[in-house]
């Protein structure tokens, strides 16, 4: 625990303007983030009396080893670096909202010639129309199906899509009526575009417009007895009506709003939020946090704001914001969300009416979602501090292994060796942590001696960062350069900066014998060594002739067998993506400087592989981005390497043409199927 006054900036040092701070750990770790309007006044609270502070912040502020700020301009700035910065580094002492699942996205294309209408999760691109998000994807495909009646645009994979466009056939959709097969030229890309126009319309909450144009169209049909197109109007517009039914009006004058509703006790907070689009609920979203800070429910509410429109623009950051309680001050967080909308937003607490009765909804699912938050997580917890009690007594450690490391070999045959390297934190999957390894040492089928190297090349890393870091000392370490060479260029950790508390490796008593032999060869005894077999499910300790058997409902071998087979699956991931680029792998791509682009620019210019090769230097500079340099490098590779083996028709045994396995070599080098 270390004495906040060591690393107290000295009288006059910190500068009153506004600002953003990092507190880092002894290990250079950034642990917490925040932004004032006063840096002086702001950090010069931390510093006070231990006994005068929250526990939360009192344990912060022992955590920490060193403290540093960036001075910006306005508050805006402060705000905006603030959460690029808790994005980046991940601070363990922040308020960060755990999204309780993947939210699926209704989305249409309209960056395509032809727009797609489809279930999307993860990251938003540029380009694409998103509603939603909806509680579960099967309530977005209800939706779609309905409006295809109305609005046929595609649905279909790009396969598909080019499948039938190659055959002349529309898929199924195409025959029944609920896509209007642009694939085979039933309309136009033009025409496709104004569908999918017409669509997000509806979607966008201008409902009326079309309902009332079906029920002209619908009169008009039946004026003219023409019974059963009127029929068929009549029943797209019980489609669009049962459409419009699964998220009813709630907000009148088709209110675009965001609510925003926060439960919390000491430790915990839940934030619900309701998008509603038109004066319809469109979307649902939950997240659950940690109380690691101290922080209000104004505090909640604008890291909510942060996490919710950070990463949005334009139409997705609605013109109307309503929460609980306004972050102080507000004019920076509404004048940021104006900046991400383009346009103003107001920012306020609902007082009357139906959006004061919405949000005592809101408010209701967000203490409904805390209640069963705390019922999970209580059991989890349990669990895991069990495992972690269990595997430390089983092992004679003194403490619980709050950080496991585990390690695996994986080959085929003793070709492409390849190790993992994954992390366990608090008995959770850290994957930002794990790493992956070459064997470079030699060539073959050795899973002891390749865990040897792998442990000795990951923990010589970390002595040579932990000498760097000053941690111990080295007299020829000048003093300016410990802090700048724990963190790389872009400030962010080094990759094997932290040890474990727990070695695990994949094997019997061989592995962990070389575990161990590496670790004392680098001088380090502070790290426990396990072995965990897969046969018997047995612990191997090093120097032990026999295996410590944990018995099989035990919670802290279930941690063990999940960190082993999640470091087995991450090792044979990465052998079998090597393995097929090996396979893949042609004489172009030994040429130094030449990126996939370039190299299907070539194959595209000659055709194959063969006649690129009978080419000469000039008709190489020919193709667009290759110099004459490159062309002489590009002809002296492939005068080196030895010409491809004649292609064999697996079926029939039969040697294929030169013009099949020019065309075979073309597919192979684009990265098609041969």
């Not at 694409?128 to 998000?133: E, L, N, Q, S």
């Not at 004061?356 to 699912?365: K, S």
């Not at 001696?449 to 111990?472: D, Q």
């Amino acid at each position: 625990m270390a004495d906040p006054s060591s690393y107290r900036p000295k009288p006059g040092e910190i500068p009153e303007s506004p600002g953003v701070y990092k507190f880092r750990d002894e290990h250079r770790r950034v642990i917490y983030v925040g932004k004032a309007k006063s840096l002086r006044q702001r950090l010069g609270s931390y510093f006070q009396d231990l006994s005068g502070l929250h526990p939360r912040t009192r344990t912060m502020v022992t955590t920490a080893a060193s403290v540093e700020w960036t001075v910006v301009s306005t508050e805006v700035e402060a705000l905006q670096l603030e959460y690029s910065w808790i994005k980046e580094y991940d601070p363990r002492f922040n308020v960060k909202y755990r999204d309780d699942k993947s939210y699926p996205y209704l989305a249409v294309t309209m960056n395509e010639e032809y727009p797609r209408v489809q279930v999307m999760r993860g990251q938003k691109k540029k380009g694409v129309r998103y509603f939603g998000p909806y509680g579960h994807a099967w309530a977005i495909r209800d939706t779609v199906d309905l409006l295809l009646r109305v609005f046929p645009v595609r649905t279909c994979s790009a396969g598909v899509f080019k499948n039938a466009a190659r055959t002349g056939r529309p898929c199924l959709l195409g025959y029944i009526g609920k896509c209007s097969a642009p694939c085979v030229d039933k309309v136009s890309a033009e025409e496709h575009r104004e569908l999918a126009d017409e669509f997000c319309d509806f979607m966008t909450g201008r409902t009326g417009t079309y309902l009332r144009r079906l029920e002209k169209q619908m009169t008009a049909a039946a004026d003219e007895m023409e019974y059963e197109r009127a029929a068929r109007l009549r029943d797209d517009i019980e489609a669009l009506k049962k459409a419009m039914e699964k998220s009813a009006v709630v907000l009148a004058d088709a209110t675009d709003a965001d609510l925003i509703a926060v439960a919390e006790d000491e430790l915990e907070a839940a934030v619900q939020i309701f998008h509603v689009r038109g004066g319809r609920v469109r979307g649902q979203r939950g997240w659950v946090t940690d109380r690691v800070e101290a922080v209000t429910t104004a505090g909640l509410v604008e890291h909510a704001l942060q996490q919710l429109y950070g990463e949005e623009s334009g139409d997705a950051v609605p013109k109307e914001v309503l929460v609980p309680a306004l972050p102080e001050p507000v004019e920076p967080v509404q004048e940021w969300l104006t900046g991400r909308r383009g346009a103003g937003v107001s920012l306020r607490i609902p007082q009357r009416g139906d959006k004061r009765a919405l949000m005592e909804t809101v408010a209701r699912n967000a203490q409904q979602a805390l209640a069963l938050h705390k019922t999970k997580r209580a059991s989890d917890l349990t669990t895991r501090s069990r495992a972690l009690e269990e595997i430390a007594e089983a092992l004679g450690l003194d403490s619980a292994p709050l950080r496991i490391e585990c390690f695996d070999i994986s080959h085929l045959q003793g070709d492409d060796v390849v190790a993992s390297m994954v992390v366990f934190e608090d008995g959770l999957a850290r994957k930002s942590e794990y790493r992956r390894f070459q064997i470079r040492g030699f060539e073959g089928q050795d899973d002891v001696r390749s865990m040897h190297e792998v442990i000795t090349r990951r923990f010589r890393r970390y002595l040579a960062e932990k000498e760097k870091t000053g941690e111990w000392t080295d007299e020829d370490t000048p003093a300016g350069d410990i802090g700048n060479a724990f963190t790389e260029d872009d400030g962010r950790p080094k990759k094997f900066a932290y040890p474990p508390q727990l070695l695990v490796v994949d094997g019997g008593q061989p592995q962990v014998a070389a575990a161990k032999r590496a670790l004392d060869d680098l001088g380090i005894d502070d790290i426990a060594v396990c072995g965990l077999a897969k046969r018997l499910e047995e612990v191997w300790l090093p120097d032990d002739d026999d295996p410590v058997v944990m018995p099989r409902t035990s919670e802290g071998l279930y941690l063990l067998q999940r960190v082993r087979d999640e470091a087995h699956r991450f090792a044979i991931t990465y052998q079998r993506t090597k393995r097929a680029k090996r396979f893949r792998a042609g004489p172009l791509d030994d040429v130094p400087g030449l990126g996939e682009t370039r190299k299907q620019a070539l194959i595209r210019h000659f055709g194959s592989v063969k006649k690129l090769r009978s080419a000469t230097v000039d008709q190489i500079c020919e193709v667009p981005g290759i110099g004459r340099k490159t062309a002489e490098t590009i002809a002296v590779a492939l005068a080196q390497a030895a010409p491809a083996a004649p292609a064999v028709n697996t079926a029939t045994g039969e040697i294929m043409e030169d013009e099949v396995r020019e065309e075979r070599e073309a597919r192979e080098e684009r990265g098609q199927e041969p």
